[in-house]
């Protein structure tokens, strides 16, 4: 059985490992999923973003941690801290994905919330992020009901292209 990381009323965050392959290629390799991403992933890009996931756990303790569903066990996304690039700096950032048929159920707040308290209360960082491309509306509506407000814009470079960026972010003492 997996170490829970994290549980909340309806899911469990853990890390992920190579058994959870077939969920995460789901997820993916899903272009409905992946827009914000510049398009669906093939089998190589799957594989190498598992094994940078499993690389953070190692090298941080922490990473983008696999979402399950506790009613049936299903891995339906990911939700965790992973540090980013801002400013010259490094900077945990609260980040999320969802299998498609599992939008518009809270989901993906209910565990980035949780990521949130323990950003803050075990990891022991002040501030925490999530920079989201300026199209993106569902990932900043999350970053908003996480108690995050708009600080910047930058634009990062991704798969060879220039994309917009809104930083959002909450400060420990913005919750209290
Ligand atoms: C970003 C992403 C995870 C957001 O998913 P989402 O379904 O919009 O967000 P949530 O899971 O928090 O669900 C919120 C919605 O569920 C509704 N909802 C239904 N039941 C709910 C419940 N029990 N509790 C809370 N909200 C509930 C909310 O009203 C809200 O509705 P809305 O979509 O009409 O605004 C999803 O769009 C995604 O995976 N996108 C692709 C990957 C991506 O872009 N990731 C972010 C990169 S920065």
């Known amino acids: 059985m997996k170490h829970i990381i994290l549980e909340t009323s309806r899911l469990e965050l853990k890390e992920m490992s190579f058994s959870d392959m077939k969920a ?15 398009g669906a992933f093939n089998d190589e890009d799957t594989m190498a973003w598992m094994q940078k996931q499993i690389q953070r756990y190692k090298e941080y303790g922490f990473g983008l941690w696999g979402m399950f569903l506790k009613d049936t066990g299903e891995m339906i996304g990911q939700c965790g801290i992973t540090m980013q690039e801002y400013k010259e700096m490094q900077v945990p950032e609260i980040g999320y ?30 501030e925490l992020y999530s920079i989201i491309r300026d199209t993106n509306i569902a990932s900043q509506n999350v970053a908003v009901r996480n108690g995050m407000s708009l600080i910047d814009t930058i634009v990062k470079h991704y798969r060879g292209i220039d994309m917009p960026h809104m930083v959002f972010c909450v400060n420990r003492n913005d919750t209290k």
């Not at 809270?106 to 990891?123: H, K, N, Q, S, V």
């Open 97 to 126: 994905l969802l299998a498609h048929r599992c939008w518009h159920k809270g989901y993906a707040t209910e565990a980035a919330t949780a990521c949130r308290e323990y950003g803050f209360d075990i990891l022991h960082f002040n």
């Open 24 to 38: 995460l290629s789901s997820i993916l390799q899903d272009e409905n999923v992946m827009y914000a991403y510049e």
